[in-house]
């Protein structure tokens, strides 16, 4: 299920998600949003609607130490806090002694993060992601729309994921996260944002 696309904007990061709830070949459009704010976070959800429940009303995101790496702060701070939320609501899995939670995009001081199931977490450098059986859709679509304007490129990715995946589907939530100036760090992104 899903399609959760997240793009950099200069100093901006714009995230969108559909709203389908897959059940085997059942769909069902959900009310509750796969793309929402905690904090000063903005975070966009696959792999389980408890999973995002519990990162939107449960989490409490940690306060970057003053100094500290963005990248460093995600995957250690960041990163516990999300596993530790998710082992307290039930969420958390072990499997052959590796535990595991779930998929899901987090734009935090103007840049993009990818949460992977193994608490991984991912930074390109081309200025866009997504994830979610849409993703392939999207990407190709992101890729195709350089220069035009960041929320409409958000929205086309979704509507070719929803128009090719039997996973994806409207309406969508599209939401925009403004960095904070103070102690901004951008990554080095490519051309092809």
Same mark, same amino acid.
């Given at each position: 299920?899903?399609?959760?696309?997240?793009?950099?904007?200069?100093?901006?990061?714009?995230?969108?998600?559909?709203?389908?709830?897959?059940?085997?070949?059942?769909?069902?459009?959900?009310?509750?949003?796969?793309?929402?704010?905690?904090?000063?976070?903005?975070?966009?959800?696959?792999?389980?609607?408890?999973?995002?429940?519990?990162?939107?009303?449960?989490?409490?995101?940690?306060?970057?130490?003053?100094?500290?790496?963005?990248?460093?702060?995600?995957?250690?701070?960041?990163?516990?806090?999300?596993?530790?939320?998710?082992?307290?609501?039930?969420?958390? +899995? @072990?499997?052959?002694? &590796?535990?595991?939670?779930?998929?899901? /995009?987090?734009?935090?001081?103007?840049?993009? =993060?990818? #949460?992977?199931?193994?608490?991984?977490?991912?930074?390109?450098?081309?200025?866009?992601?997504?994830?979610?059986?849409?993703?392939?859709?999207?990407?190709?679509?992101?890729?195709?729309?350089?220069?035009?304007?960041?929320? +409409? @490129?958000?929205?086309? &990715?979704?509507?070719?994921?929803?128009? /090719?995946?039997?996973?994806?589907?409207?309406? =969508?939530? #599209?939401?925009?996260?403004?960095?904070?100036?103070?102690?901004?760090?951008?990554?080095?992104?490519?051309?092809?944002?």
């Amino acid at each position: 299920m899903t399609c959760i696309v997240g793009l950099i904007d200069g100093r901006r990061v714009w995230m969108g998600g559909d709203s389908a709830g897959v059940s085997g070949l059942d769909i069902t459009v959900r009310a509750d949003p796969k793309v929402f704010r905690n904090g000063d976070f903005l975070i966009g959800f696959t792999s389980s609607f408890r999973m995002g429940q519990l990162l939107a009303f449960r989490l409490t995101p940690p306060k970057r130490p003053e100094g500290m790496d963005v990248f460093r702060f995600m995957v250690t701070d960041f990163v516990d806090a999300v596993r530790d939320c998710l082992k307290e609501g039930g969420y958390a +899995q @072990r499997n052959n002694d &590796a535990e595991q939670g779930g998929s899901f /995009l987090v734009a935090y001081h103007g840049r993009l =993060f990818s #949460i992977q199931s193994d608490y991984q977490v991912c930074e390109t450098t081309r200025g866009f992601h997504a994830i979610g059986c849409g993703a392939d859709y999207a990407l190709g679509s992101l890729a195709c729309t350089s220069g035009q304007p960041a929320e +409409q @490129r958000v929205r086309r &990715a979704l509507e070719c994921a929803e128009l /090719l995946n039997g996973g994806v589907r409207a309406p =969508f939530r #599209i939401e925009l996260l403004e960095a904070d100036e103070e102690n901004l760090t951008l990554p080095l992104l490519s051309a092809v944002a």
